[in-house]
């Protein structure tokens, strides 16, 4: 793969550490350690190879250390596997500790934050959202023809569906409020969530991009109860925030 992008003159300036390892794409430095072209299933070791030259060096005062593979095989096997897959990071960790000097050594030159992306359940029944909304409202398609007529649009967003009114202004709120009844009775939807103003009324923005913090409330709803929060100045973080 670098080769490839070497022969195609595919060069462009990385913006990083100065030790970055990102498998056949990047290395900083030569290491004895083997590429697997990213293939899934295959990366936590080199990350514990290029961990291991790193601390024998002596080469960084953070060390970000992704063990990657939980993901795919969680998704491959199901969630009932995943202890399989966990052991197998928690070896490859052991390989900083074991250069280190053992867990004691390790743990007097490291303050250590762990950090997972998620975890898998098993999906048992299919909520067909695009279809159920369908029912009552233009739904915009793939490739759609007259995407002109949509009122709606619905993706994937990480663990949840994203549900996005296309209309404008009153219409907007009329379809926004409906759409919210509607997936009241759908079951197998546990979270609604929207933006409001300060009058109660959606946000709805035709152009994308963060909305204005001054005055938007998030607003979560679980079996009719709901939520409110906003952005505030009574508890601030170590930047001003």
Known sequence: MRQLAVAAKFRHATWGPDELFWGELYASRRVPCKPTLARPGTRDEYSACCGRELIREGLYDFLLFSLPDNDYFSHRFGP??????VAHADRCFGELVDEAGGIAAFLDEHAVILLGDHGQTAVEHELHLQAELGRDWQVLQPNDPAPELAELAVSPTARAAAVYVLAEGAAARRIHAKVQARLRTLEGIELIAW???????????????PPPAEGVWAVVERD??????RPGRVVGDRRGG
């Open 195 to 209: 933006l409001e103003d300060r009058d109660g009324e959606p946000v709805i923005r035709s152009n994308p991009g």
């Open 224 to 229: 009719g109860a709901r939520l409110r929060f």
């Open 80 to 85: 009932e596997r995943m202890p399989e897959s």
